[in-house]
């Protein structure tokens, strides 16, 4: 798949995997949340669970931090079963919890470039700036955004999809809206090059939608 894709896809689509088979889909068995959050250098889980203190991506590395004090990093390159068992961490997503997701198998081939994830990395971290005064922002694997959810109004940054394949900000109220801002079919979204003042736009998102 990934010799079909650009190298920003092939990297978002690669860290998506890694997000949701061997961040959230561990942490969700052992704890019971599939929240992840916004760090330097790209995301990480929320809980500790068995040995585990923290599990991160950092650019194109992996990070396990062990409860004793002890830290591995892993190159991410090679397939997801193998990184699995290189690490220790359990393969596999947050089954029953959605029904989207990455797709990935463990059969699938990392191939990540430096530059694309650290556009990525900076695209959470300019919605976990902007989320800020919303709420606590979360990275949610199923749809592999930061988001913060107010009065049945969806916040986020995603790093691209299928519809908009570059890293964009949207407001998604769960109720549809019409006139002028509301340019996509589930609300509003811009990429980011074209926002300058990600806050900005979402508080015209809530005032739009304030007492409706």
């Known amino acids: 798949m990934a010799n079909r894709m650009t190298g920003y896809e092939a990297?978002?689509?690669g860290l998506h995997a890694v997000a949701e088979?061997?961040?959230a889909g561990p942490q969700y068995r052992a704890t019971g949340?599939?929240?992840?959050?916004?760090?330097?250098?790209?995301?990480?889980?929320?809980?500790?669970?068995?040995?585990v203190l923290l599990v991160t991506v950092d650019g194109t590395e992996l990070v396990v931090s062990r409860v004793d004090g002890g830290a591995d990093r892993h190159p991410l390159r090679g397939t997801l079963g193998e990184l699995a068992a290189a690490?220790?961490?359990?393969?596999?997503?947050?089954d029953g919890v959605y029904a989207d997701g990455s797709g990935a198998t463990p059969d699938l081939a990392l191939d990540l470039d430096a530059d694309a994830a650290a556009v990525l990395a900076d695209a959470f971290a300019t919605g976990a700036a902007?989320?800020?005064?919303?709420?606590d922002p979360v990275i949610w694997p199923e749809h592999f955004d930061i988001a913060v959810t107010v009065d049945e109004v969806n916040y986020g940054v995603s790093p691209g999809?299928?519809?908009?394949?570059?890293?964009?900000?949207?407001?998604g109220p769960h109720r549809p809206r019409t006139g002028p801002f509301w340019n996509q079919s589930f609300g509003?979204?811009?990429?980011?090059?074209?926002v300058p003042d990600v806050a900005a736009f979402f508080a015209e998102g809530r005032?739009?939608?304030?007492?409706e």
């Open 11 to 13: 990297t978002r689509h």
């Open 21 to 23: 088979r061997l961040l």
């Open 33 to 51: 949340t599939v929240r992840l959050r916004q760090l330097a250098g790209g995301f990480g889980t929320v809980r500790p669970y068995g040995d």
């Open 87 to 94: 690490t220790g961490l359990e393969y596999g997503g947050p």
């Open 130 to 135: 902007a989320l800020d005064a919303l709420g």
């Open 161 to 171: 999809d299928a519809a908009i394949a570059e890293p964009y900000a949207y407001v």
């Open 188 to 194: 509003a979204a811009h990429p980011l090059r074209e």
């Open 207 to 211: 005032r739009l939608t304030a007492g």
